[in-house]
């Protein structure tokens, strides 16, 4: 007889996931990968190229669950390196306070953030990177931008679910408002 106690740490099977949305919060970190000079003022951001589920392209932030009994800074780091590769060389904080806390609804309105599956509590920090970036999982790309461009209409209308309000406030955060 097999262990009931036994479970793969940290994963839900989908059906359990799916029921979990429904009735809780999930928590996510979310990440602004910028690239920054010598004196720390960021000179690019990244923003993943990715196809949703409904077959439109769209922009996107590094996010991710944070599992069950995986610390947030270990969170971030696995979501850095399956979206932007093993090279990518990312430098998180010591102080692992977030430049801000995203609640996504799946209700349209509530907040500026919306998740269609899900009401979620979102982490978000930006994060340094100086390797090489080469997107894998379900990134098609990662495109980098300066803040000027990152903070254009045009590549605004491409953030759905309020990760242009996100990207914004992370620029803000850093001293970037144009």
Same mark, same amino acid.
Request: proline share 5%.
């Given at each position: 007889m097999a262990d009931m106690t036994e479970t793969t740490p940290g994963w839900l099977p989908t059906d359990e996931l799916e029921m979990a949305r429904a009735r809780m919060p999930i928590l996510y970190v979310e990440a602004v990968p910028v690239r920054v000079d010598d004196s720390g003022e960021v000179t690019s951001v990244g923003l993943l190229l990715r196809i949703g589920p409904d077959g439109t392209v769209s922009r996107t932030l590094v996010s991710g669950r944070v599992l069950h009994h995986e610390r947030v800074r270990d969170a971030l780091l696995r979501h850095l390196e399956k979206d932007l590769g093993p090279v990518a060389l990312p430098r998180v904080p010591s102080s692992l306070q977030p430049f801000t806390v995203a609640e996504y609804f799946p209700t349209l309105g509530v907040t500026p953030f919306h998740d269609p599956r899900q009401h979620a509590v979102s982490l978000a920090y930006v994060v340094p990177v100086s390797g090489d970036c080469r997107p894998r999982q379900d990134a098609l790309d990662l495109v980098w931008f300066t803040p000027r461009e990152a903070l254009s209409p =045009? #590549? /605004?209308?491409?953030?759905? +679910? +309020? @990760? +242009? #309000? *996100? *990207?914004? /406030?992370? *620029? =803000? @955060? #850093?001293g970037n408002v144009i």
């Open positions: =045009a #590549v /605004q209308s491409e953030m759905p +679910g +309020g @990760h +242009g #309000v *996100l *990207l914004k /406030q992370a *620029l =803000a @955060h #850093v």
